[in-house]
């Protein structure tokens, strides 16, 4: 019931975020497409290759997210997706998609027109409208210190899941977990190395979100 009440004021923002979110998906996909088959592969491969990146499947969560805010969906998975630790792990996974973007991988490249756009919106538009709607949305008061460790098996999981298509066709989505040129033991490094910057980031998230639930209390208790 507290999201549910949390959640309603803020529809029109989620149905604004949630549609960016799907329109600049599908860019990324189209794009993936096209260039997959214009080196002689085909539809196929380009949805796999799209599948590939932490950026595309960290947009995928935090769009279906705001699509499950934006409808009201009570369904299991609907369910599952307004779970306040999941709405905050997934903001986790988009702030870290945006910092590692802009920090490290924007000057390898110089997208322009339509994929220029679709780089904003996943790298950039998206990571802010969803951080701003967990702010607004989000009831924060059930965020555990414990929580912090569970969410990291989402990105440790995609590490795996690198790793192991990595070993089967060779080809790795990030200059810092390309096994050919790095090793095995670079590679690990790195990881580790983002994945600290994962938990700083969790932590920061249930810290401000329980200032932000005891703030909401004392300001309830003061009107009562």
């Not at 998906?25 to 290759?49: C, D, K, Y």
């Not at 990146?53 to 769009?63: A, G």
């Not at 934006?70 to 307004?82: E, Q």
């Amino acid at each position: 019931m507290e999201h549910h009440t949390m959640t309603q004021p803020y529809r029109p923002l989620a149905l604004f975020a949630a549609s960016l979110g799907w329109f600049g998906l599908a860019l990324q996909l189209w794009f993936s497409i096209r260039m997959t088959q214009g080196n002689g592969g085909t539809v196929l491969e380009g949805v796999w290759l799209f599948l590939g990146f932490y950026t595309i499947l960290s947009n995928l969560l935090v769009t279906s997210v705001l699509t499950v805010a934006a409808t009201g969906s009570r369904g299991r998975l609907g369910v599952f997706l307004s779970r306040p630790g999941v709405q905050t792990a997934a903001a986790m996974s988009i702030v870290i998609v945006s910092a590692i973007y802009n920090l490290m991988l924007r000057q390898l490249w110089s997208p322009s027109g339509w994929l220029l756009v679709a780089d904003v919106i996943v790298h950039d538009a998206m990571p802010l409208l969803y951080v701003g709607y967990w702010w607004l949305a989000v009831p924060k008061g059930s965020l555990r210190w414990s929580q912090v460790l569970v969410w990291q098996s989402y990105p440790a999981g995609y590490f795996f899941y690198v790793l192991l298509r990595g070993a089967v066709n060779g080809w790795y989505p990030y200059p810092f977990l390309d096994v050919r040129a790095l090793g095995y033991v670079q590679v690990l490094a790195d990881a580790v190395g983002v994945l600290a910057a994962f938990i700083v980031v969790a932590l920061l998230l249930v810290a401000v979100g329980r200032w932000q639930a005891r703030r909401q209390r004392h300001a309830a208790a003061e009107v009562a």
